[in-house]
């Protein structure tokens, strides 16, 4: 019982394990009432269910806004391992790590948009019905859980030991905006997509599909025996896993601008994530709405690399953690609002 006690209480990247497994917990519980409560069975999820399943993440992920207040108004200072949180009053460090919570969830969840389309592209060319579709989202957010997970852990331990690379983040992140500004709301087409071509090389994948299994025992059509064969749904969740792997090198420079603190950059990571998979089904109906989101995410990221650069004509050597949650809403608002008005319905005459 001590040596419980013990690891619950001892500390992994500036929090208690106990804290780290019950956030664990709390998205393994999640997981579990999506696939044996909410969608126990295949079927096809329309743009109304989408929505609602949607709100209730999105709620899950900003009331989690109370949990990182709780978390930070009672710990040690100086535990801290982001500078920003290294306030006097723990009301101070609680507010400015719900500040960089919500900041981090709102860029990351815009981050997530942009996969979207590709994700659906995916899905129409490989003629994945909508009631599989869930199916591999499912699981490629399993995927995604451990990746974001290693890759923020790594970045953390990185971060801590050479404070330059934000700098270099910093820089990353400026180009990566220009670069997609420019670009704007072009997409290659699916069909010669690198990753897609390179699978299909790789992978012996039968052209049908069969219910919803990812492997399925087909006789060999040169020895008659039965050997295992990857289906489309296997070829569509490696696709989501690598898109997702790809999209990352975006985002974790991207949290990491914003904060160093490991525990809120996972949390904000997920709760992003878990959200929008339940949001796929009507962005995918509906992605046309918001072609011009694209440049306002650009501006973000050149607007989190930039002030990397300024935070040292601020006190304290960083930027206000309230302007970068405000200038970010509005950017990200900003452009929803404007893709929502650009490609509305003209009004017609009535005769």
């Given amino acids: 019982m001590d040596a419980l006690n013990t690891f619950l209480v001892a500390e992994f990247l500036g929090k208690a394990n106990w804290v780290w497994l019950s956030f664990i917990g709390a998205v393994i519980a999640l997981l579990a009432f999506d696939l044996g409560v909410v969608n126990r069975k295949d079927h096809e999820i329309g743009v109304g269910e989408s929505l609602r399943l949607s ?11 109370f949990v990182i207040w709780q978390l930070y108004n009672n710990a040690d200072p100086s535990t801290s391992i982001d500078p920003q949180l290294l306030a006097v009053t723990g009301a101070e460090r609680a507010w400015t790590a719900v500040q960089l919570y919500l900041t981090g969830f709102a ?4 981050l997530a948009l942009d996969n979207v389309f590709v994700i659906s592209m995916v899905f129409t060319y490989l003629a994945i019905p909508r009631m599989y579709q869930h199916r591999v989202l499912f699981w490629g957010i ?58 299909k090389k790789r992978l ?18 040169n020895t008659g025996k039965l050997r295992w064969v990857a289906t489309p749904l296997l070829l569509a969740l490696l696709f989501v896993e690598i898109v997702d792997l790809v999209f990352a090198i975006d985002s974790v420079p991207a949290i990491f601008a914003i904060t160093s603190d490991p ?4 949390t904000s990571n997920i709760f992003a994530i878990l959200g929008l998979r339940a949001l796929f089904f009507a962005l995918a109906a509906m ?32 930027f206000p953690a309230t302007w970068s949650l405000a200038i970010t809403v509005g950017l990200i608002s900003g452009g929803v609002l404007y893709s929502l008005w650009k490609t509305r319905k003209p009004l017609t005459s009535q005769s």
Avoid at 55 to 65: H, N
Avoid at 107 to 110: C, F, G, I, L, R
Avoid at 263 to 266: E, F, G, L, P, R
């Fill in 55 to 65: 709100a209730f993440y999105i709620a899950i992920g900003l009331s989690f806004a």
């Fill in 142 to 199: 399993i995927g995604v859980i451990v990746l974001r997970a290693i890759m923020i852990g790594l970045g953390a331990a990185l971060v801590s030991q050479f404070s330059w690379l934000l700098y270099v983040f910093a820089v990353f992140l400026i180009l990566t905006g220009v670069m997609m500004f420019r670009k704007g709301s072009e997409h290659e087409g699916i069909s010669d997509n690198k990753i897609l071509l390179w699978l």
């Fill in 287 to 318: 992605v046309h709405r918001f072609q011009y989101l694209k440049y306002a995410l650009a501006l973000t990221l050149v607007f989190i690399g930039s002030k990397i650069f300024i935070g040292d004509l601020f006190e304290g050597g960083k």
């Fill in 107 to 110: 860029v990351e969840k815009t």
């Fill in 204 to 221: 012996n994948v039968t052209p049908d599909l069969h219910g919803n299994k990812f492997r399925v025992q087909l006789p060999d059509p």
């Fill in 263 to 266: 525990y809120i950059v996972y």
